[in-house]
C-alpha cells in the first residue's frame, strides 16, 4: 500500500532553516512527479513546490521561489524541501503528496497525502 511519511519539521526561530522528508512506499517512487503543499493555520491548502520523476526539474509557485528547494532521491524513495531564511508566516503543516499516475505532470492532481509535518516558526 501507499505509504507516505513527512518528518523533519518543528519549533524553529525567525531566520533558521529546516530540511522536511517525506519518506515514500509502496509505488516505484521515481515514476512519479511529488508535491509539497502546506497549509498554515486557519488557512487553506496551498501548492508550494514540485519536483521531475528524476529530479532534474523543479517547480516553485511564485510565493516560494528563493528561500525554498525541492529535491529527491531516487535511491532512498525519499522527497525533501529546504527551507531557509524562515518567517513566521511559513509556520503551517507540510504535506508531500504524488500525483495520480505514472509520468502524469505535477499539475494533474495528486491522490495520495502524508499527514504532515508541523513547522512552527517564533518570531
Known amino acids: 500500500q501507499v505509504q507516505l511519511v513527512e518528518s523533519g519539521g518543528g519549533l524553529v526561530q525567525f531566520g533558521g532553516s529546516l530540511r522536511l522528508s517525506c519518506a515514500v512506499s509502496g509505488i516505484t517512487f521515481n515514476n512519479y512527479e511529488m508535491n509539497w503543499v502546506r497549509q498554515a493555520p486557519g488557512k487553506g491548502l496551498e501548492w508550494v513546490s514540485a519536483v521531475s520523476c528524476g529530479g532534474s526539474r523543479q517547480y516553485y509557485a511564485d510565493s516560494f521561489k528563493g528561500r525554498f528547494t525541492i529535491s529527491r532521491d531516487n535511491a532512498k524513495n525519499t522527497l525533501y524541501l529546504q527551507i531557509d531564511s524562515l518567517k513566521p508566516e511559513d509556520t503551517a503543516v507540510y504535506y508531500c503528496?504524488?500525483?495520480?499516475?505514472?509520468?502524469?505532470?505535477?499539475?494533474?492532481?495528486?491522490?495520495?497525502w502524508g499527514k504532515g509535518t508541523l513547522v512552527t516558526v517564533s518570531s
Open positions: 503528496a504524488k500525483v495520480v499516475g505514472i509520468f502524469d505532470p505535477f499539475y494533474s492532481g495528486m491522490d495520495y
